[in-house]
Nanobody
Framework: QVQLVESGGGLVQPGGSLRLSCAAS????????MSWYRQAPGKERELVAA?????NYADSVKGRFTISRDNAKNTVYLQMNSLKPEDTAVYYC?????????WGRGTQVTVSS
């Protein structure tokens, strides 16, 4: 059974940091490109960062967020620094191959004073 389980979300003050984790199981993790998306209330889901052969970031998070993966632990991470209120959203991880994609259920990140 395929599972992607996000964790690490929460409430943080502006300028703070959080590290999100996404633990994968049920598929060959190393063969999948992994990415983080987010969806704020009333907005469409958007790509935040992706890691495959290379890494890619949304312009809004470049220099503040870092995506990484540990294939031995079947886990992808999103280190988020210098957080802003506009980063508030539900953050989802996604696994993608040439034929399949899987989504996690998300973790809430709230940036507020």
């Amino acid at each position: 059974q395929v599972q992607l389980v996000e964790s690490g979300g929460g409430l943080v003050q502006p300028g703070g940091s959080l590290r999100l984790s996404c633990a994968a199981s049920g598929f060959t993790f190393s063969r999948y490109a992994m990415s983080w998306y987010r969806q704020a209330p009333g907005k469409e889901r958007e790509l935040v960062a992706a890691i495959g052969g290379s890494t890619n970031y949304a312009d809004s998070v470049k220099g503040r967020f870092t995506i990484s993966r540990d294939n031995a632990k079947n886990t992808v991470y999103l280190q988020m620094n210098s957080l802003k209120p506009e980063d508030t959203a539900v953050y989802y991880c996604k696994a993608r191959s040439a034929w399949l994609e899987y989504w996690g259920r998300g973790t809430q990140v709230t940036v507020s004073s």
